[in-house]
């Protein structure tokens, strides 16, 4: 067992180049073999990966089971936890639970709706929302459940939430992400936008609320393979909405797929340069190399890091200790 | 909260509040600072905010034909007339998890004895320690 490197923490305080993470894909059946032989086109290129709680409400290889698989073998999980399906009592069970095999890093999410999945005849918990599972875990960090019960953590925890720049109140979403900062969230990972202009008040927001300077701030984009899946996801994925001129410059192009990549690298390129920016989330539909030739084209991620000491993995976690003791 | 007087000023309350404000009766009201809209009418019950699903129109996720609860907060926390100053800053309070004991009590009754108060004892709200 692969000792957690606690890499994102560590870039948390550096910032001393983007962070980029991403999306790990999510599995139904085949084993943890399987799983790595998928990584291996994402995890080199990223310094943490996200591995989702049932996205879309549809049940998926479990968040805890993932956020082991990839502990185990030395890729860095953000293990998100969403407040659709479990109550507090089995929530911090999972945070609990995960904890021991070295995941230390918990992304708190309220969750899409059941409606939004394959079974919208399921009963929806809610019994937290994301902002009081920000909270609970910033107590679990601190050393108690929420009973007040001590809880001891084996590593120290990296609490991240997420905020969508591109719903309504435009105007409160900066307000929300606040919330969260105060509530102990140290990581604010962003709803893909398609929107610059949204993401430049977001941002604007964030830096003026102190949201930039105590969390870091990371929009999402996210690689698709034409047009189609441009209009999927505005049609059918909550809170996403692609504009009708970034669906028709794909569309209308002779090659769908490189138009589609190069709206993403468009994208990513204007969130990388927006002060307050401290780096990108990544999604990959593609599964084509795409993210690899994302960071290398736009030079981001562990194989551009420039400082010699943060690219030896043991630094890192020398430097954890240290924080630790 | 228990006993005859309490389920009698409990049905007041349901009354009272149903017709005006959809009350789920949760027994921990929270309308003075939500813009005198109840979140428990939210579908997914959030009591600190709108979910990223909100519809660019601003409809809720859940059941479109409904503005989203916290859309509707929101303006209403900023414009709505007569409310104090203090309850409109109050919507960027941190409000603790539902306390689900307290469902189909009383809130008037749980406010006047601080029930409605009492949090998780292991609950920080927004005094979290930073690194």
């Known amino acids: ?325 | 909260m228990s006993g005859p007087v309490d389920g009698a000023i409990a049905a007041i309350e349901h009354v009272v509040k149903a017709p005006i404000w959809d009350c789920r009766m949760c027994g921990q009201c929270v309308l003075h600072s939500t813009g005198m809209t109840c979140p428990m009418t939210c579908p997914k019950t959030l009591r600190n905010g709108p979910c990223g699903g909100v519809r660019e129109d601003g409809s809720c996720e859940v059941e479109p034909q409904m503005q989203c609860v916290w859309v509707k907060a929101h303006h209403r926390a900023e414009h709505l007339p007569l409310l104090p100053k203090s309850w409109r800053l109050h919507i960027r309070d941190l409000r603790p998890p539902v306390d689900n004991s307290l469902k189909g009590t009383s809130s008037w009754v749980n406010l006047l004895t601080r029930r409605d108060q009492q949090t998780p004892p292991g609950w920080l709200g927004v005094a979290a320690p930073h690194s």
Request: some cysteine; charged content about 20%.
């Open chain 1, 1 to 325: 067992m692969t000792t957690p490197r606690a890499r994102l923490a560590a870039l948390a305080r550096s910032r001393h180049r983007p962070i980029v993470t991403a999306e790990c894909p999510s599995a139904d059946g085949g084993t943890v073999e399987d799983l790595h032989t998928r990584l291996a086109t994402i995890a080199p290129f990223v310094d943490a990966v996200n591995v989702t709680d049932n996205p879309a409400a549809h049940a998926h290889a479990s968040n805890v089971a993932m956020a082991i698989a990839l502990s185990q073998r030395g890729i860095e999980p953000i293990m998100q936890i969403v407040c659709r399906d479990k109550n507090r009592i089995a929530i911090q069970a999972d945070i609990a639970g995960a904890s021991m095999f070295g995941v230390v890093n918990f992304s708190a999410l309220t969750g899409d709706d059941v409606t939004a999945g394959d079974e919208p005849q399921a009963r929806r918990v809610f019994d937290l929302d994301g902002p009081q599972l920000v909270s609970c875990l910033a107590g679990m960090k601190a050393g108690t459940y929420l009973s007040g019960r001590t809880f001891s953590t084996p590593g120290d925890f990296f609490i991240g939430c997420v905020e969508n720049p591109g719903a309504p109140p435009l105007d409160y979403r900066a307000d929300r992400a606040l919330l969260k900062v105060n509530a102990g969230a140290q990581m604010v990972q962003l709803q893909i936008s398609y929107r610059p202009e949204q993401l430049e008040a977001f941002m604007a927001a964030c830096v003026a609320n102190g949201v930039a300077e105590r969390a870091i701030v990371l929009p999402s984009v996210c690689l698709t393979k034409g047009a189609k899946a441009l209009g999927f996801m505005n049609d059918k994925v909550p809170g996403i909405s692609v504009p009708a001129d970034s669906i028709d410059r794909v569309a209308e192009a002779d090659d769908q797929a490189e138009e589609a990549y190069l709206l993403v690298r468009d994208l990513t390129a204007h969130a990388l340069a927006l002060p307050g920016v401290a780096g990108i989330h990544i999604t990959d539909f593609r599964h084509d190399g795409s993210l690899q030739r994302l960071t290398e084209e736009l030079h981001i991620g562990p194989r551009f890091d420039t400082t010699s000491d943060r690219s030896d993995p043991t630094s890192e976690l020398k430097e954890h200790h240290a924080h630790n003791s």
